[in-house]
């Protein structure tokens, strides 16, 4: 009868499935989620304790700060298709005149739909995991409002700077290259585009921000459709 016992719980055992576990890439888009929501009401609530002395013109503040989230389309190889990235998005623009400003800008951006790359190509997939594949971009340059109206303004925006891309093959392991990613690197890049700003106050703005990002792939330029929304924030007098 022992022995019957210890084999029905040994076959009982075998039967339990382990969970399975969380892609580490939807992981990081949930902590980015929550800390964007958290960072949009921190501002939201910063600007509503500043609206007391706000002046009629949005237009005369010398300085705003933008936070929210990033799209972004690209190819994570020269072989696999393109794939949607998900992020965020945080910059800020220092106004020397009411249409001419200097701004810094930075995103991260993460790849949501890797094994959709391998669709059609002639790399097999790394159908095992999902490779944690993402993208940071550091950029400044010239901004500038081409149009100013008392409930929007629109604008063009000149960045330039790097971006630097990542693909962590974890357990896999070896190159990102054997899976037919680029290799990590840092490059130069550019990504001009336009800025539309409707204004919920003086103060506060919602922003959406239309850009062609150009990365240097394989010793030319590839341009890639990158999109961001969020809230404007102006700040100082």
């Not at 999902?130 to 629109?154: D, T």
């Not at 700003?197 to 394989?218: G, I």
Request: aromatic share 12%; with cysteine; charged share 15%.
């Amino acid at each position: 009868k022992a022995t019957s016992a210890i084999a029905t719980a040994a076959a009982n055992q075998s039967e339990r499935k382990t969970p399975p576990r969380v892609p580490i890439v939807q992981l990081e888009i949930h902590r980015v989620g929550v800390v964007f929501l958290m960072v949009l009401g921190l501002c939201a609530g910063v600007a509503a304790a500043q609206t007391a002395d706000v002046p009629k013109n949005p237009y005369t503040f010398h300085n705003d700060v933008f936070v929210g989230g990033s799209y972004l389309r690209t190819n994570l190889g020269p072989k696999l298709k393109d794939t949607n990235f998900a992020g965020w998005n945080v910059g800020a623009t220092h106004y020397f005149t009411s249409r001419w400003g200097f701004a810094v800008d930075a995103q991260g951006a993460y790849a949501v739909d890797v094994q959709g790359a391998y669709a059609h190509a002639s790399i097999a997939s790394p159908s095992s995991a999902n490779p944690f594949v993402y993208k940071y971009q550091f950029m400044a340059g010239p901004q500038i409002r081409w149009s100013i109206k008392k409930r929007y303004s629109s604008g063009i925006q000149l960045l330039a700077g790097a971006v630097d891309s990542h693909a962590d093959t974890g357990a896999l392991g070896g190159p990102p290259s054997m899976f037919g990613f680029y290799p990590n690197a840092t490059k130069l890049a550019f990504n001009p585009g336009t800025t539309f700003d409707y204004n919920l106050s003086p103060r506060v703005a919602l922003r959406v921000s239309s850009q062609s990002l150009l990365e240097r792939q394989d010793g030319e330029f590839e341009s890639k459709f990158n999109i961001s929304t969020g809230l404007l924030i102006r700040i100082g007098k």
